[in-house]
């Protein structure tokens, strides 16, 4: 916030670098106003705008809404960390706090995770620390063993490789090549392999079956490879 001015019983007038707001949308309905001063909260909610189109929105006389609860209110979206949130809106709360090679994110409100941290690219599971991906990917276990687990997140469609995060992207598709770890992501049609449960390895696998050519032990489903072929 740049400036505010106050009038009692007249007038909030506030400048800002950036009000949250994209603007982006063709119309943008009702906006909440929520001006913070010490203990004092001043509201306002203008659902009737003078200038509501995309880039501009122009209101006058907002009334005060019902409710005005400030800080602690449990709404996802006003841009205050309350009980229960991890971040909200442009505050990254603990979300701050990843390393540099965790792209993390906030929820966005209205989604079922609404303001907790999620990954954009890596998912982390088990005993003590557990991080979800972002929006509709899902994790795909990329570890395959251990109490503290990495997986890459995988989205339901993608345009290019870098979208599956370390998988490859066929006909819309995230899926793995021999040795990958499959389950939310399939093997790859060109791979020669199938997703198979390995008991060793006690997960599952884009593995080769006996008899089929491969490069290495660990793309054959039997986890060894002799002249070439699969045993």
Request: charged residues 15%; glycine residues 14%.
């Given at each position: 916030?740049?400036v505010a001015v106050l009038k009692n019983g007249r007038m909030l007038k506030v400048a800002a670098k950036?009000?949250?707001?994209?603007?982006?949308?063709?119309?943008?309905g009702t906006i909440q106003v929520q001006l913070t001063v010490g203990s004092d909260v001043y509201c306002?909610?203008?659902?009737?705008?003078?200038?509501?189109?995309?880039?501009?929105?122009?209101?006058?006389?907002?009334?005060?809404?019902?409710?005005?609860?400030?800080?602690?209110?449990?709404?996802?979206?006003?841009?205050?960390?309350?009980?229960?949130?991890?971040?909200?809106?442009?505050?990254?709360?603990?979300?701050?706090?990843?390393?540099?090679?965790?792209?993390?994110?906030?929820?966005?409100?209205?989604?079922?995770?609404?303001?907790?941290?999620?990954?954009?690219?890596?998912?982390?599971?088990?005993?003590?620390?557990?991080?979800?991906?972002?929006?509709?990917?899902?994790?795909?276990?990329?570890?395959?063993?251990?109490?503290?687990?990495?997986?890459?997140?995988?989205?339901?469609?993608?345009?290019?490789?870098?979208?599956?995060?370390?998988?490859?992207?066929?006909?819309?598709?995230?899926?793995?090549?021999?040795?990958?770890?499959?389950?939310?992501?399939?093997?790859?049609?060109?791979?020669?392999?199938?997703?198979?449960?390995?008991?060793?390895?006690?997960?599952?696998?884009?593995?080769?079956?006996?008899?089929?050519?491969?490069?290495?032990?660990?793309?054959?489903?039997?986890?060894?490879?002799?002249?070439?072929?699969?045993?």
């Open positions: 916030m740049k950036e009000s949250g707001l994209t603007l982006d949308e063709v119309s943008q306002s909610d203008c659902t009737t705008a003078v200038v509501d189109e995309v880039g501009r929105y122009t209101a006058k006389r907002c009334p005060a809404p019902s409710s005005c609860t400030g800080v602690g209110s449990g709404v996802c979206g006003d841009g205050v960390i309350d009980d229960g949130e991890d971040c909200d809106l442009g505050n990254p709360g603990v979300c701050a706090m990843a390393p540099p090679s965790l792209p993390v994110s906030c929820e966005a409100p209205g989604t079922p995770n609404e303001c907790t941290c999620c990954g954009q690219t890596q998912c982390v599971f088990g005993i003590f620390v557990n991080l979800r991906c972002c929006a509709d990917s899902q994790c795909q276990d990329t570890t395959g063993a251990g109490s503290q687990r990495i997986g890459a997140c995988i989205p339901p469609t993608c345009g290019a490789d870098a979208d599956c995060h370390g998988y490859r992207c066929v006909d819309g598709t995230c899926c793995g090549n021999a040795g990958q770890f499959c389950g939310v992501a399939g093997c790859c049609p060109d791979s020669g392999t199938s997703c198979t449960y390995i008991p060793s390895a006690l997960n599952t696998l884009c593995c080769r079956l006996a008899g089929t050519a491969c490069g290495g032990p660990t793309e054959c489903c039997s986890f060894s490879c002799t002249n070439g072929l699969c045993d």
